[in-house]
Each structure stands twice: as C-alpha cells, then as structure tokens.
C-alpha cells in the first residue's frame, strides 16, 4: 500500500513539473462592457500576458461575436517571454446591427490552446428614416396620373411615426389622407396614390412625415397640358391616310387612331394608313390628348358598263348611285394589245375594237379616288354587210339603165347600195340550203352543247364557258398544265397545284357565262 502512495506521489510531481514548462496566457480588460450606435467604431484596449515559463510564439488575439451588423479587428504577438505582458488594441465596426446588448468574447490563440474573456456590447437605438415621392413632371392632358409615396427606415429598431398628404390643384385642395403605422429595421411603407385623367393644370403634392420626434417635409409639382392638335384623313389608291399634326405643322408620334375596331398609333410623321379593299363608310376615332374626336371617310367603287356598236367598245364609269364619273383612266386589254382612255365629264369612253381585237377583252377602271373594277368581256366581231346589184340593157340602145335596190340590216340604220350583179337564182337556192344547214348546227350546239373558248394575249390567258341556253351546265371541270403566277375566276374554284390549273364549276344556269382569267 505504501508503495501505490509513493507511485501517486511520483506522477504528481511530474505531471505539475510538465504543466509548469507550458506558457499560460492571460487576458486583462479595463472594462468588459461596451456601447455604441450604427456607424461607430468601438476600440478595446486588451493586456496580454504569458504566466508561463517557456516562451509563447505566434499569439493571435481577436473577438468572437455575431456576423450580421458587425466587422472585428485582431492582433498577431510574434514572441512574448515567460512574464511579459504586452498591450493590443481590437476594434469592433457597429455596421447595421439591430439595437439591443450583445454577449462577445475577446480569445487569445496559442496553437490549440484557446484563452477566452467574456464582454458586453449595447448597440443603442437610432432613429432615421427617409422619404420620397416619384411622379413625372410633365403629363398630357387625358393620360392617368401616378404618385408613389415611400418612406424608408434607416434605423436599427422598431420606429412609429405618422404620414401625411396634401394635393393641391390651382383651385385648391383636392385631397388629404394621412396614415400612422410603425417600420422595423431597413423596412420601408409604400403607397400609390392613382388620378384619373385630371383636368389642366398645375398640381402640388405634399408629404409630411414624423418618425421618433423627427419630423421631414417633401414637396413636388407636375403640369397637365394639352397640345393644340389637328388631323386630316383622306382616301387614294386604295388607301385610307389619317395625319396628326401640331400647330407648327409637324407630325406627331403615338396618337391613338381606331379605325373599324383596330387601335393604332401615329409614327414619326403623325401617319397611320389603313388599307381597305371594299367601299363603304369607315368611322375613324382618334384621341387628341384627351379630346376624343370622331370623323367619317366614305370609299365608293367603280362601276363599269359597256355597249358594243358594231366595231367600238362604248364604256361607262358610273358610281354605285349609278352618276357617270369623269377623269377616270380605262384600260381595255385585248388580243392585238392595249388601249388606254380617259373617261369624259359623262363617265364616257369610245374604244376602237380594231386596236384591242375581238373577243376575251379585259376592262379596267382605275382612280386614285375609287376602288377600281374590272371586268372581262366578249364582243364578237361584226358580220360585213351584204349588198347585191343588178344591171339591165335594153338591145335597142347602148343606154344603160341601172336600179337601186336598198338593203337593211339589223342595225339602227340602212344602206342603199346599187344594183349591178345579175342573181344566179340557182346559186342562191343552193346557199340558201347550206346555210340553213349550218343555221340547224350552230342553233343545236347553242341550245344543248356548251361553248368553251380558250385565248391567250400578251402575259394573259383567258378561258370563257358558257351553258347552253335550253339547260344547266353541271359539274363543270377544267385542267390545263401551265406555269403562272395568279389566278382568278368570276365563278366557281380554282386552284394550282403542281403547275396544274384545276377550274371547278359545280352549276350554270342556263346560258351563263363564267371566266378564267390567268396571269402568266
């Protein structure tokens, strides 16, 4: 027993022998409490000692505390002997920390030895805070107005205050509102006061606020103004132009302009532009920085009429009130070419059918004011008008006496032609057969066979069918392989595919006509 006492003995001695040879760092604070705002620097003197008896290296001395709202500093001793004190300064940056006492601790660091002294920091309560108010300073007349109210809490606690609002126009006040309401740290009150459409004038806002006793004023004006504005609309080339200028003269940009539902906005030069393709009334609504205004464009159409006598093409250009228009460019396409006519103060033109050419014709009427028309046509070529003569000679004399015989034709007028060619009574039985002959076949093909004519002239091919006059042209159908470039029928369906036209007819009545007219 004796023996396990000395053994304890033993390991006693060496183990305080051990723990003597090891530096001991000790740490001395004046105080260990500590106040400050945000924005301030606290400084902390700190007296570092080694108590031990071998030499401490490489001593790191720095505060441990929270992250958020704070910055430290710390201190690095390289040497300090057994016995030695030395004296460091740490800081500690109060950034945006919140109010309220705070538990830190200044550590001393000798390897894996932590040396620690607990302190105290009170962050004390700031109040501040800021306002603003945003609006444009400039609004056009019939636009909404809208001011944003704000006002932002600079300070690390809770702050309670009241807000307040004044509007004044050139009248007077218009409105007051005021509000009481508390902020946390960096927290921020908003608010969007809405004015619809205010009259013209100049308006004043202002904002009052008082947060922990700290009062703050803003004040802003905006101006309501309107342009002096007009337009002008109009219709040419299949075009309805609406123009918005000032009272220099110059376009103006983002007007809105409905025209048949459909809102647009002016460009650059004040223009909108509509196309239209059929006539009629269009309403035209614009807004003229809050003047609503309301005009009206009518767009008529072109009507065109013909009458064939004999070899001229009689054209007329009326509008849908049946009125002849003058000034209007006609254009009559045929096989031998083009023929270009202004209309006369009746709407009238006379087109020679020798320079167009008999048959398909195409007619087109075309104005910058009217919506055009077109129309393909067939004129037949005239039949010549016969005439026959006869002489008798008396075998008494060498006088000869010569009788006029005056033929009439189905025109509105007659010609009396000389009798000089003896009938051949024979002759004329035998033409008289044939052609009734032929009279029995063209009235067949007429009456039951329908007719399809098919000719093509400058970059124009043009297909005509007609029924035959005692029955209906059902299911009609036509293909012809050829390249072109549009299409178009006056009846029934057509379409290209595979360079292929396809001209479908599912009925005509009987002795109706359909055309197909190709561009090639």
Do not use: C
């Amino acid at each position: 027993m004796n023996r396990h006492i000395a053994l304890l003995i033993v390991m006693l001695s060496l183990s305080a022998s051990f723990s003597l040879a090891q530096p001991i760092i000790v740490l001395e604070l004046q105080k260990d409490s500590f106040e400050g705002k945000p924005g301030d620097t606290i400084n902390i003197p700190i007296l570092v000692k080694n108590i031990g008896d071998t030499t401490a290296e490489n001593v790191t001395v720095y505060i441990s505390g929270p992250v958020k709202g704070f910055l430290y500093t710390q201190a690095v001793i390289p040497k300090l002997e057994p016995n030695q004190t030395r004296e460091v300064n740490l800081q500690i940056y109060i950034k945006d920390a919140d109010a309220g006492v705070y538990d830190l601790k200044v550590v001393s660091r000798l390897g894996p030895l932590l040396f620690e002294k607990p302190i105290k920091v009170k962050v004390l309560t700031i109040v501040d805070y800021k306002i603003s108010m945003e609006m444009n300073e400039k609004y056009l007349y019939g636009s909404d107005v809208e001011i944003k109210l704000q006002v932002k809490s600079l300070s690390n606690g809770v702050i309670l205050g009241k807000i307040e609002l004044e509007l004044y126009s050139e009248k007077g006040l218009l409105t007051k509102k005021s509000w009481v309401t508390y902020l946390n740290p960096q927290d921020k009150w908003e608010y969007l006061l809405f004015l619809p459409r205010p009259g013209i004038g100049k308006y004043t806002a202002i904002l009052r606020t008082n947060f922990g006793g700290i009062p703050k004023t803003l004040s802003k004006s905006f101006l309501v103004y309107q342009r002096h504005l007009s337009y002008e609309t109009k219709f040419e080339n299949g075009i309805i132009s609406v123009r918005v200028f000032d009272k220099e003269g110059k376009g103006v940009k983002d007007i809105p302009v409905e025209i048949e539902g459909v809102v647009f906005k002016t460009d650059s030069f004040g223009m909108v532009q509509y196309e239209v393709k059929e006539p009629g009334v269009y309403k035209i609504k614009l807004n003229l920085d809050g003047k609503v205004v309301e005009s009206l464009v009518n767009v008529e159409k072109l009507f065109l009429h013909y009458q064939q006598q004999n070899e001229t093409l009689v054209v007329y250009v009326r509008d849908s009130a049946g009125n002849g228009i003058p000034n209007v460019t006609i254009k009559a396409s045929g096989s031998k070419g083009n023929v270009y006519a202004i209309a006369d103060s009746e709407g009238k033109v006379r087109i020679n059918l020798n320079e167009t050419g008999f048959g398909l014709i195409t007619l087109r009427a075309e104005s910058s004011k009217y919506i055009g028309d077109e129309r393909i046509i067939t004129v037949k070529k005239p039949k010549p008008i016969q005439t026959t003569t006869t002489t008798t000679k008396t075998p008494t004399n060498t006088t000869t006496t010569t009788r006029k015989i005056t033929t009439t034709t189905p025109t509105r007028f007659s010609i009396k032609i000389p009798l000089k060619i003896r009938i051949d009574y024979e002759r004329l039985s035998i033409i008289l057969i044939v052609s009734a002959l032929l009279f029995g076949i063209s009235s067949y093909a007429a009456f039951f066979i329908p007719i399809k004519l098919e000719e093509q002239l400058d970059g124009y091919y043009f297909v005509k069918v007609k029924a035959p006059r005692l029955r209906k042209l059902k299911k009609f159908r036509y293909r012809k392989a050829i390249s072109v470039a549009s299409v178009r029928a006056t009846k029934g369906r057509v379409e290209i595919k595979d360079s292929e036209i396809i001209w479908e007819i599912d009925e005509l009545a009987p002795g109706e006509e359909a055309f197909l007219q190709v561009i090639l």
